[in-house]
């Protein structure tokens, strides 16, 4: 029993700046690997940004250089800068982490948050 909170979605112009949060609670021993994904319009969802539990980061060529992702441990939160944003940009956000609990992993979503960027 995990769940993922994410907020911070919101309309946004183009070239401006978001911070999305998402927080981790219920019983967890670890998070492992968290990321952000997104659903644009019309498309399938796709992988944003990846960090594992020791910082290591992967990024969607389409937003290396714009967006930054990182956590806080000790919070179970992981965090998405969103700097210079483009109306492609727009879409539902969500996050996702792999939960090490007991000697199992369990992969968990959130809800999803809605960024809008407009030109």
């Known amino acids: 029993q995990v769940q993922l909170v994410e907020s911070g979605g919101g309309l946004v112009q183009a070239g401006g700046s978001l911070r999305l949060s998402c927080a981790a609670s219920?019983?967890?021993?670890?998070?492992?690997?968290m990321g952000w994904y997104r659903q644009l319009p019309g498309l399938q969802r796709e992988l944003v940004a990846r960090?594992?539990?020791?910082?290591?980061?992967n990024y969607a060529d389409s937003v290396k250089g714009r967006f930054t992702i990182s956590r806080d441990n000790a919070k179970n939160t992981v965090y998405l800068q969103m700097n210079s944003l483009k109306d492609e940009d727009t879409g539902v956000y969500y996050c996702?982490?792999?939960?090490?609990?007991?000697?199992?992993?369990?992969?968990?979503w959130g809800q999803g948050t809605q960024v809008t960027v407009s030109s």
């Open positions: 219920g019983r967890i021993f670890r998070i492992d690997n």
């Open positions: 960090i594992t539990i020791g910082g290591s980061t």
């Open positions: 996702n982490a792999d939960a090490r609990i007991l000697a199992s992993t369990y992969n968990y």
